[in-house]
């Protein structure tokens, strides 16, 4: 009989299915396939006990399994799924790192972003990326962000780029509404652009 509180790992100990931490499982069948041949009648019945009970010997073979540190096999594995992802995830990243650099990859009105320490925010995946993470609650404040990274906001500049019909000046007076411009020097509170921008440049 094994009391848990954790029914979820308590499955995955014994499945052998691909998945992180399989090697370890596979150790875990192992042992309980020569344990179950031994004799037919052997049977592993599995307990839930919240850990809210607070119950005392359960809490102690707590403390002692997660101070266990135990060794799958004679190497260091390796080969896990979790360290294959992980090693393909860096691999990914190094290299986008590096051709990100290229203006000519990035786009040339690709907005570079700063860290508070002043270095560029460097593109990732973790949680979504630094935009998603921060804007990915609402998905019309991640399309203006969208949007003004990447200079496609229906602006003076925007339409003088793209040859559009419309006004390129600023309603502050300033000869080009450019992102820069609309982002750093415009105060134009009646601007239809001013609070998305405001907002954003503050959240960044």
Same mark, same amino acid.
């Given at each position: ?31 309980? =396939? ?13 307990? !839930?006990?919240?850990s ?66 002043? =270095?560029?925010? =460097?593109?990732? !995946? ?11 609650h ?10 003004c ?30 992102? =820069? ?8 509170? !009646?601007?239809?652009? !001013? ?10």
């Amino acid at each position: 009989m094994v009391f848990t509180d954790s029914m979820g790992s308590a499955h995955r100990a014994v499945d052998p299915s691909v998945h992180s931490g399989r090697a370890f499982s596979l150790s875990v069948c192992c042992a309980l =396939q020569e344990w179950f041949e031994a004799d037919d009648l052997r049977h592993i019945t599995f307990v !839930y006990v919240p850990s809210a009970l607070r119950w005392d010997i359960h809490g102690e073979a707590h403390k002692y399994v997660t101070k266990l540190k135990v060794r799958v096999g004679r190497r260091k594995t390796d080969n896990s799924i979790d360290v294959l992802r992980s090693r393909a995830a860096h691999s990914v990243l190094d290299s986008w790192s590096s051709t990100f650099q290229d203006p000519t990859y990035r786009g040339s009105e690709f907005l570079e972003l700063q860290q508070p320490d002043g =270095q560029p925010i =460097q593109p990732s !995946y973790l949680n979504g990326g630094p935009s998603l993470s921060t804007f990915g609650h609402s998905i019309i404040e991640f399309a203006h962000v969208c949007r003004c990274i990447t200079g496609h906001v229906p602006i003076g500049a925007y339409y003088c780029r793209f040859k559009i019909n419309e006004p390129h000046s600023c309603t502050c007076g300033a000869a080009l509404q450019s992102r =820069q411009h609309v982002l750093f020097r415009c105060r134009d509170r !009646y601007s239809v652009h !001013y609070p998305v921008f405001s907002g954003i440049l503050h959240r960044l």
